[in-house]
């Protein structure tokens, strides 16, 4: 009965640094997102998959961002080159499949690059 | 395109008065509309959502919400605010069959006792 975790929960990079996070959803949740979470503002959308197709990631805010989800479970958010404003807090949600699934949110990964 | 404002950054109460947290959207398309709990260092908790069907919805912890298709809002309300109610709020749209969520950016309800 585990929810969503993410790891790390803390992670300090210098810039230009590579980094990469990790999100453990629901088993059995087809559908996981990720967000992005800057100071005092609500969740920013960055990417969705289904299963292992990463079916929208126009909230990409470059290239330097890449996720994937290889088997359909696990999910890694990949940074290159990481920049000051790269710093947020990282969400991960999953839900069953359909749009009108509530979503379950991990705490959380607080990226901060220096 | 689609967007979600909460017009208020902070809403004040006190302990076993109505509260309301304002929240309009824009959408093209039929809204699937979801509000959020976010208590300090702890994940976002779903509270209630409106997909279709009645208009009043009912959620979690003794919320309501209403959906009001003509004034495009979906304001959160309860009866009696408590102090552990204290927490951040964010309301969110979908449009149906679409995946991507857009969360307003929060407001912050502060229950005095």
């Known amino acids: 009965g585990a929810g969503v975790s993410q790891s790390p929960r803390y992670k300090v990079a210098k810039r230009g640094q590579d980094v990469a996070l990790r999100c453990d959803p629901i088993?059995?949740?087809?559908?996981l997102f990720w967000y992005q979470q800057a100071l005092g503002q609500g969740p920013e959308f960055l990417t969705y998959f289904q299963n292992e197709a990463q079916l929208d990631k126009s909230g990409l805010p470059s290239d330097r961002f890449f996720a994937e989800r290889p088997e359909g479970s696990v999910s890694t958010l990949k940074i290159q080159r990481t920049q000051q404003e790269d710093s947020a807090v990282y969400l991960c949600a999953s839900s069953f499949r359909g749009s009108g699934n509530e979503q379950f949110f991990g705490p959380g990964t607080r990226l901060t690059v220096l | 395109a689609q967007s979600v404002a909460q017009p208020e950054d902070q809403v004040n109460v006190a302990e076993g008065n109505p509260l309301t947290v304002k929240c309009t959207y824009s959408?093209?398309?039929?809204?699937?509309l979801f509000w959020y709990v976010q208590y300090p260092n702890r994940g976002l908790q779903f509270l209630l959502k409106y997909i279709t069907g009645d208009n009043l919805v009912k959620g979690s912890y003794g919320f309501e919400a209403e959906f009001n298709k003509s004034q495009t809002s979906f304001h959160l309300k309860k009866p009696s605010a408590l102090v552990s109610d204290s927490a951040l709020y964010f309301c969110a749209v979908r449009v149906r069959g679409y995946q991507k969520v857009t969360f307003g950016t929060g407001t912050k309800l502060q229950v005095i006792p």
């Open positions: 959408v093209s398309g039929n809204p699937y």
């Open positions: 088993s059995g949740h087809v559908s």
